[in-house]
T-cell receptor, first 111, second 118 residues
Framework: KNQVEQSPQSLIILEGKNCTLQCNYTVSPFSNLRWYKQDTGRGPVSLTIMTFSENTKSNGRYTATLDADTKQSSLHITASQLSDSASYICVVTQAGTALIFGKGTTLSVSS | DAGVIQSPRHEVTEMGQEVTLRCKPISGHNSLFWYRQTMMRGLELLIYFNNNVPIDDSGMPEDRFSAKMPNASFSTLKIQPSEPRDSAVYFC????????????????FGEGSRLTVL
C-alpha cells in the first residue's frame, strides 16, 4: 500500500534551536518528494522538491534530504524562528499516477 | 499573479442546505485539484481536472458531492445536501502538468474554504 508516514506528529522547540522532521514512504514507483509548509489558516506552500537522483536540497534555513534506498526523507530547520511555527507536510509523487500526502508534523516554536 | 483564489473563506450552514465553493486557478495552469483537510485524515484528494476535464473523481465521498469546471478559469465544488461530517477545510490547488503525465507540476494552493455544517 502506498503510504507516507511523518514523525513526530507534533514538536515544540525554543526559538533559535534546530530541529529535524522525518518522512518515511512506501510509494512505488517513486517520482519525486516535496515538503510543504502550511501556516495556520493558510494553504500549503512548497518548500523543496527532490527527485530520485537528489539527496539534498536547501531553501534558506530549510534543508531537505532524501535517501531513496531506505525511502526516507528529513527536513532540517536551522536556527528556528517564531515564523517557522506551522505544519510541515511531506508529499510523494507516485510516478504518473498520484500524489500521496503525509498527515504532517505540527511545529511550535516558542520564545 | 494573484495566486489561486477561493471563495468563500468561511461558510457556516445548517444540515441539509446546499453549499457551493468556488475556485479560480492560476492563469495558464492546466490542472485543478479539490482537496479536503481534516485533523484526523489530513489532506485528501476529492477530484482532479486536467484541461477542464475530470480525470479522477474517486475521492469524492458520495453522490452529495459534485464538481464542475466549465472553463479554464473557474471551478465549483457543490455539496447537496450538506451534513455535519462534511465540516472541514476545502482547498483548491492548480498546477501546470506536462502533456501525457499526471501530477508533474508543483501544486499551488488557495487559502481554503472553511466549512462548518451545524
Amino acid at each position: 500500500k502506498n503510504q507516507v508516514e511523518q514523525s513526530p506528529q507534533s514538536l515544540i522547540i525554543l526559538e533559535g534551536k534546530n530541529c529535524t522532521l522525518q518522512c518515511n514512504y512506501t510509494v512505488s514507483p517513486f517520482s519525486n518528494l516535496r515538503w510543504y509548509k502550511q501556516d495556520t489558516g493558510r494553504g500549503p506552500v512548497s518548500l523543496t522538491i527532490m527527485t530520485f537522483s537528489e539527496n539534498t536540497k536547501s531553501n534558506g534555513r530549510y534543508t531537505a534530504t532524501l535517501d531513496a534506498d531506505t525511502k526516507q526523507s528529513s527536513l532540517h530547520i536551522t536556527a528556528s524562528q517564531l515564523s517557522d511555527s506551522a505544519s510541515y507536510i511531506c508529499v510523494v509523487t507516485q510516478a504518473g499516477t498520484a500524489l500521496i500526502f503525509g498527515k504532517g508534523t505540527t511545529l511550535s516554536v516558542s520564545s | 499573479d494573484a495566486g489561486v483564489i477561493q471563495s468563500p473563506r468561511h461558510e457556516v450552514t445548517e444540515m441539509g442546505q446546499e453549499v457551493t465553493l468556488r475556485c479560480k486557478p492560476i492563469s495558464g495552469h492546466n490542472s485543478l485539484f479539490w482537496y479536503r483537510q481534516t485533523m484526523m485524515r489530513g489532506l485528501e484528494l476529492l477530484i482532479y481536472f486536467n484541461n477542464n476535464v475530470p480525470i479522477d473523481d474517486s475521492g469524492m465521498p458520495e453522490d452529495r458531492f459534485s464538481a464542475k469546471m466549465p472553463n479554464a478559469s473557474f471551478s465549483t465544488l457543490k455539496i447537496q445536501p450538506s451534513e455535519p461530517r462534511d465540516s472541514a477545510v476545502y482547498f483548491c490547488a492548480s498546477s501546470l502538468t506536462l502533456a501525457g503525465e499526471v501530477n508533474t507540476g508543483e501544486l499551488f494552493f488557495g487559502e481554503g474554504s472553511r466549512l462548518t455544517v451545524l
